[in-house]
């Protein structure tokens, strides 16, 4: 969602803001705009609606050039996608202008209170009380800190803030709460970001603005403070310890192509960290867990919470959890975990699942979870990310940058660090039956392999897409550890392919969704072998009785499976405790087909955010 840049220092900075747009493409966004304090003082602002390229096409013909900037893509919430509504903002008197990522939620009564002292509201947006709030308090003589500060006191909801004045040309202005704000430091240079990639090629030293941090830098030092208290705070920047991001497309057709077949690569990665070299003495490693022993012992509860693709994730996970220790596991959409008032209590673990590690409903669930002494153990792919920060423990997915907006190898690496910790904290408490379970973790090392295999298949899949893609609706039933595995391949159809999808409990669809059935609608059956393979076999039956169309995904070699569908596709035969990893892989393609074959454009969705900062 929104993306923020920033700059100021001694150098031209639209390129760089421009750049470090492109790289927060990937957040989702319906406008952008970029705003300078130009080289005779005053404020420039060129923002358009749509893609980068409107933008870049206003900038070719009205350049502009400045020092100091900021810049922004937005994802509409408060107002539509319109030239008026994009960001910056501007106050009346042109002197303050600002980007905001999240959403303000008392804009109306600020808005009131404005227009009742005369201010002219230009756009829809819950954004532009800020710039009016901050000038006001300037005409009553605050100083522009205290103006700012004040402003940012009366806000409510979620901020990521980045200003300019012109009354202060060579200063930026930060602040930080619930949503994601970034600084990079060099010599007489700063930067900001919503994550790190605008500027990583041109310094490491990072400060990760902490909630109610305000940072100002004035062109040659910078100030830290917290908004609450206003005192000053020391900065502490950090290094970062990464490569630069590997963003490019490194010949595949889109980002999200090129994830799908990252995936046998991350699980490899993944399977040798966690359980080693050695297939026949694996030692379980999770060494960037920061939660004592002790308390995996005494834990009475689990919940796992996540949004979208990670709740499928926990969804799976749960399954895992239930498998190897005798806990009861709830897992719940963070979206209502607040809502549904679990019993949350310090033997509670809570496991907190998102590959941004910036999502709002997530990060709600984790703040509720700690506000009643549970522990919360976040599984996450973004480093220093704000769910990686706000928790007692992380468990890293290392799956590397996720560009296209539907999740695919976030899934899979989420999947199976989940089932490896689930044996880890087992393991701790004595519960984890080594010898019976050694063929899972004998087969885990030949995942890798199959899913090359799986991914061989892609022709076939492509030709079965090209069949039924102009399907208005699809059906995709599964069982026990292959329901979630339905849900995530009718969510991935939906998002990318734009059409109608159900994810069901294979055993649900005689309850209701057998009144859909008929010759039009593709079914997609997940009966891979299971120990819920011959009630499977029954819904199928059940299916192809009022003759939908039978799309199966089945382990290599099964011909009753065969005899009954329309179109199959052999996943090789594995441990049913892995059968998930590979069959949703099936179904990232089938989506991605679908999708193709209609012309979507498939890694940046109609309406889709990468990452959903607001609830
Ligand atoms: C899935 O394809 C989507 N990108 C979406 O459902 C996503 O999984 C959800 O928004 C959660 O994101 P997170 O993992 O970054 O928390």
Request: glycine share 6%; with cysteine.
């Amino acid at each position: 969602m929104c993306g923020i840049v920033a700059y100021s220092g001694k150098k031209d900075c639209v390129d760089f803001l421009m750049n470090g747009l492109r790289l927060l493409e990937y957040r989702g966004y319906d406008s952008a705009g970029i705003a300078v304090v130009n080289p005779i003082g005053d404020i420039e602002i060129r923002k358009e609606c749509g893609m980068l390229h409107m933008l870049e096409k206003s900038l070719s013909n009205g350049p502009l050039q400045g020092k100091t900037g900021i810049a922004h893509t937005r994802w509409a919430t408060h107002g539509k996608p319109t030239q008026n509504n994009a960001h910056p903002h501007l106050s009346q008197d042109k002197k303050i202008c600002i980007v905001h990522n999240g959403i303000i939620e008392n804009h109306d009564v600020l808005r009131h209170e404005l227009k009742n002292a005369g201010i002219h509201f230009i756009s829809e947006t819950d954004t532009e009380v800020i710039p009016h709030l901050i000038a006001r308090y300037l005409s009553q003589g605050m100083s522009m800190k205290n103006a700012f500060m004040k402003t940012l006191s009366r806000l409510e909801g979620a901020f990521a803030i980045a200003m300019i004045a012109k009354d202060t040309p060579g200063t930026i202005y930060a602040a930080r709460k619930g949503s994601p704000l970034i600084a990079g430091f060099k010599d007489n240079e700063v930067f900001l970001a919503s994550d790190a990639s605008p500027f990583i090629t041109r310094t490491r030293e990072v400060l990760y603005l902490d909630e109610g941090d305000v940072l100002i830098f004035n062109g040659t030092s910078s100030r830290l403070f917290n908004v609450s208290s206003g005192r000053n705070k020391k900065i502490r920047t950090t290094r970062l310890n990464i490569k630069n991001l590997s963003i490019g497309l490194g010949g595949h057709e889109s980002y999200t192509h090129k994830e799908i077949h990252e995936q046998p690569e991350i699980l490899k990665r993944i399977i040798r960290l966690r359980l080693g070299n050695n297939r026949n003495a694996f030692q379980m490693c999770f060494n960037d867990l920061k939660i004592p022993d002790d308390f995996f012992r005494s834990i009475d509860r689990i919940y796992i919470t996540g949004c979208g693709t990670a709740y499928h994730a926990g969804y799976i996970g749960k399954y895992y959890f239930e498998e190897f220790m005798d806990l009861p596991v709830e897992v719940m959409l963070s979206s209502e975990f607040r809502y549904a008032k679990p019993k949350l209590n310090k033997n509670n673990l809570v496991i907190a699942i998102s590959q941004s590690g910036e999502t709002a409903d997530t990060l709600a669930s984790i703040l509720e979870a700690k506000k009643h002494g549970s522990t919360v153990l976040s599984v996450v792919n973004v480093l220093n990310s704000s769910i990686d920060r706000e928790s007692h423990g992380v468990v890293y997915t290392h799956a590397g940058p996720e560009i296209g907006v539907a999740s695919t190898k976030a899934l899979t690496s989420q999947v199976i660090t989940l089932l490896l910790l689930s044996i880890h904290i087992a393991q701790i408490r004595k519960e984890f039956k080594r010898k019976q379970k050694n063929p899972l973790l004998k087969e885990i090392f030949h995942l890798p392999s199959k899913v090359v295999k799986v991914l061989q298949a892609e022709k076939h899949i492509r030709s079965c897409a090209l069949k039924y893609h102009l399907a208005t609706s699809a059906l995709y039933l599964g069982r026990h550890l292959n329901f979630p595995v339905a849900m995530e391949g009718a969510l991935k159809n939906k998002e990318i392919s734009y059409m109608h999808a159900e994810g069901y409990a294979a055993g649900e669809m005689k309850h209701g969704p057998i009144a859909l059935i008929n010759k039009a609608l593709p079914v997609i059956c997940i009966c891979t072998a299971s120990k819920t393979y011959e009630k499977m076999i029954s819904n199928i039956k059940e299916v192809e009785a009022r003759e939908g169309i039978i799309i199966s995904l089945a382990t290599e070699g099964d011909e009753q499976v065969k005899s009954f569908s329309h179109e199959v596709i052999y996943i090789p035969e594995t441990a049913e405790e892995l059968s998930p990893i590979l069959n949703v892989i099936v179904l990232q393609m089938l989506a991605y087909y679908f999708a193709k074959h209609k012309g979507n454009q498939i890694d940046k969705p109609r309406n889709l955010a990468k990452s959903v900062t607001v609830e």
